[in-house]
């Protein structure tokens, strides 16, 4: 009998529309749930592909999200080998990850969120100004709206200046390529740490009204966070919304403009916003590289059981084109009446921190788009666009566009 070999994950993309998962990992849904696959190290890890199944694993205590447990199933070599650097909410376990990750809840509650509308709304009409003004053709979606949209936002909330963005952008980008050695992902660490530990020591100095400061002053100063952890979780949250939205806004833009119907609809009632942006999220799932977890005790996942010390890969992706879940999955439609059932920010104690800032700055990127840009319209060809294909997050290198 012969044994076949565990499928390479993450599986690569192909076939006609660069807006589907990989084939591969769609099938593995239907066939075979949770499923056994090889990862860059050679080590193996069980993956959960449908949308239930993960539902009702990933809140579970067996499985833990501490990297440095043996069998965890690290996404590059940098995670593997970045043992001496302090650990971030994303990778702590109950109650170690209630602790820290209430530390910041406030910043980022529906209410806080819609307090920020104005100021995103200016900033979104700043940048648009910019672009429209522009007599040079076409201009890049990415460089003009979607990456610094995310970066002023998150660059005001923790008192980062924002002149600094192609510094910390160039350094993220490392971090979250699939193909940077654990060297050069370190140094950029390191720098990130370096840079934001000089500002934790300038706002020590001089408190401003940011996440940062008070971060500084009721945290650092009553020795509730050592200064490594509080820069950890500052380059974390400096760098988790940037990529993850700004890859967002640039595939938003370009479905919609892929989908006249669909863009239609929307301009005709600009109401269904929000629930189009639930769609766009669904529909894509940029954080393709799923949630990590490491089995700390057996626990049945579908009808598989996971041993403790094995790694499990929750597929967000996969879940999100669930057929049992929602009708036609791969259709992308903005009346879905199951949108709510998206994993897009995860799920569970887990759940994105930052979900409510990124609907808001999605939304209005989106309606301002409409509005601002009736035009607009994709210059060149879609086979050819860049798509981040190596990245743990999925997204667009360029979007060009005209109007
Ligand atoms: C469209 C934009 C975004 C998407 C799709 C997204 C997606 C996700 C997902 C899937 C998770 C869960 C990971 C897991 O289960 O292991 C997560 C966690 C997280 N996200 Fe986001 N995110 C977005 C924007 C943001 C923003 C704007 C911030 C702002 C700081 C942010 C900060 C975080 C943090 C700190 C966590 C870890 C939470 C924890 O472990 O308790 N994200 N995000």
Known sequence: MTVEAAPFYP?????????DPAQQLRDLTVDKPVSKVR??????????TRNADLR?????RRLSCDPRIAGFPHVTPFVETRQD??????????????TYRRMITRDFLHRRVEQLRPRIERIIDDLLDSMLATEERPVDLVQALALP??????CELLGVPYEDHAFFQTRSNVLFSRDATAEQAMACFQELAGYLG????????????????????????????????????????LTAGHETTAN???????????????LEKLRADPSKVPTAVEELLRYHTVAASGARRVAVADIEIGSQLVRAGEGVILAYDAANRDGSVFDDPDAFDIDRPDVDEHLAFGFGPHQCIGQQLARAELQIVTRKLIERAPTLRLAGDLAELPFRRDAAVYGLQELPVTW
């Open 11 to 19: 599986m690569e993309r192909q076939g006609s529309c660069p807006f």
């Open 39 to 48: 990862l860059w190290s050679g080590n193996e890890a069980w993956l959960v």
């Open 56 to 60: 009702a694993a990933i809140g579970d």
């Open 85 to 98: 650097v302090p650990r971030t909410i994303i990778e702590m376990d109950f109650p170690e990850h209630a």
């Open 149 to 154: 949209v995310p970066s002023i936002v998150i």
């Open 198 to 237: 000089e500002l934790v020591g300038k706002k020590a100095a001089e408190p401003g009204d940011d996440l940062t400061s008070r971060l500084v002053t009721e945290q650092l100063m009553t020795g509730a966070i050592t200064p490594e952890a509080l820069v950890a979780m500052l380059v974390l949250l």
């Open 248 to 262: 967002m806004i640039s595939l938003s833009a370009l479905t919609l403009l892929q989908h006249p119907g669909q």
